[in-house]
């Protein structure tokens, strides 16, 4: 099955609910737009002070369950798709609280939401980062042991309920309108500033998905479970075909927007636990491949700047 196909997705979803968290971030505001155009009730939970464009609902989260399941009471939800994450690549003590409330509490409560509503799928989205040296579950960072805290969680709801549930491990992502501060938009920063680039000595592997190939992955995914045709409780990895060492990544990106980029190699150090070869962790997720070279995205992010 091609579950892009226009007209078989909107016959999946037609009279469907998805709710979606993460909504207002760059993969969510992505995600939501293309599911518009199926025509299913969306829910985005959010922040009280997020604000969304699309013709949404929305659920203002506070911290508490009831204010997750309150809203949505009496309604039937189909699927959920879980993209909420606090990020952060060395925390501060002072972070340990926020970091574990967005991904292992509020997790929790989207879980807990998921028995009580008895919601038929559920996707969640990993990190690669839980899988330092590629030897098993060996996490990066406080970041990735939360996320990997929440999937153990998640395991414990795989058992007390009918949910199928599907964790998608994702790579790193880019497009048009991304303000986060990833190597690639850091990179392309310095080009529009004319500013020397400072980075490590770069011979990390980095692996960058295209925003609309991502979407393509959690549209697939839908569709899949949907007709069955994954198995339950299963994980798949999501990841495009170009792989590249940071400092080889900094001159192609130089190259494809037809300018020079002076660098300063090993002006940062490496960081602790520094990944510096990409492996996805799991096969990656049936009937999907990224279709957005390096070069191809480049020149999308340029056309809409």
């Given at each position: 099955?091609?579950?892009?196909?226009?007209?078989?997705?909107?016959?999946?979803?037609?009279?469907?609910?998805?709710?979606?968290?993460?909504?207002?971030?760059?993969?969510?505001?992505?995600?939501?737009?293309?599911?518009?155009?199926?025509?299913?009730?969306?829910?985005?939970?959010?922040?009280?002070?997020d604000?969304?464009?699309?013709?949404?609902?929305?659920?203002?989260?506070?911290?508490?369950?009831?204010?997750?399941?309150?809203?949505?009471?009496?309604?039937?939800?189909?699927?959920?798709v879980?993209?909420?994450t606090?990020?952060?690549?060395?925390?501060?003590?002072?972070?340990?609280?926020?970091?574990?409330?967005?991904?292992?509490?509020?997790?929790?409560?989207?879980?807990?939401?998921?028995r009580?509503?008895?919601?038929?799928?559920?996707?969640?989205?990993?990190?690669?980062?839980?899988?330092?040296?590629?030897?098993?579950?060996?996490?990066?960072?406080?970041?990735?042991?939360?996320?990997?805290?929440?999937?153990a969680?998640?395991?414990?709801?795989?058992?007390?309920t009918?949910?199928?549930?599907?964790?998608?491990?994702?790579?790193?992502?880019?497009?048009?309108?991304?303000?986060?501060?990833?190597?690639?938009?850091?990179?392309?920063?310095?080009?529009?500033?004319?500013?020397?680039?400072?980075?490590?000595?770069?011979?990390?592997?980095?692996?960058?998905?295209?925003?609309?190939?991502?979407?393509?992955?959690?549209?697939?995914?839908?569709?899949?479970?949907?007709?069955?045709?994954?198995?339950?409780?299963?994980?798949?990895?999501?990841?495009?075909?170009?792989?590249?060492?940071?400092?080889?990544?900094?001159?192609?990106?130089?190259?494809?927007?037809?300018?020079?980029?002076?660098?300063?190699?090993?002006?940062?150090?490496?960081?602790?636990?520094?990944?510096?070869?990409?492996?996805?962790?799991?096969?990656?997720?049936?009937?999907?491949?990224?279709?957005?070279?390096?070069?191809?995205?480049?020149?999308?992010?340029?056309?809409?700047?």
């Open positions: 099955m091609t579950t892009t196909n226009s007209n078989m997705l909107s016959g999946i979803l037609k009279n469907k609910t998805i709710l979606v968290t993460g909504a207002t971030g760059f993969i969510g505001r992505n995600l939501l737009k293309r599911l518009s155009e199926y025509g299913p009730s969306i829910i985005a939970v959010t922040h009280s002070n604000s969304i464009s699309l013709p949404v609902e929305k659920i203002c989260y506070d911290g508490s369950y009831q204010s997750l399941f309150a809203p949505v009471a009496e309604r039937k939800i189909d699927f959920v879980h993209l909420a606090q990020f952060l690549t060395n925390h501060k003590p002072e972070q340990i609280s926020a970091l574990i409330d967005a991904n292992v509490k509020f997790g929790t409560h989207l879980l807990e939401l998921t009580q509503k008895q919601i038929p799928y559920f996707i969640n989205t990993s990190t690669y980062a839980e899988y330092y040296q590629h030897d098993g579950y060996n996490p990066q960072n406080l970041y990735a042991a939360t996320k990997y805290s929440f999937e969680i998640l395991k414990y709801y795989e058992g007390v009918k949910t199928r549930y599907i964790t998608l491990e994702l790579t790193d992502t880019y497009g048009p309108g991304d303000s986060r501060p990833k190597f690639i938009n850091l990179v392309l920063d310095a080009i529009m500033k004319k500013e020397v680039f400072k980075m490590s000595l770069g011979e990390q592997e980095i692996c960058y998905l295209y925003i609309d190939d991502a979407v393509n992955a959690f549209i697939t995914c839908i569709g899949l479970m949907a007709e069955n045709a994954i198995s339950a409780n299963d994980h798949f990895s999501v990841y495009a075909d170009e792989v590249y060492k940071l400092k080889n990544l900094v001159a192609l990106v130089a190259k494809y927007m037809n300018t020079h980029l002076e660098t300063n190699a090993g002006f940062y150090p490496y960081r602790d636990r520094e990944i510096m070869s990409f492996q996805p962790s799991f096969p990656k997720l049936p009937d999907w491949n990224s279709k957005i070279t390096l070069k191809e995205g480049l020149d999308l992010i340029t056309a809409k700047a």
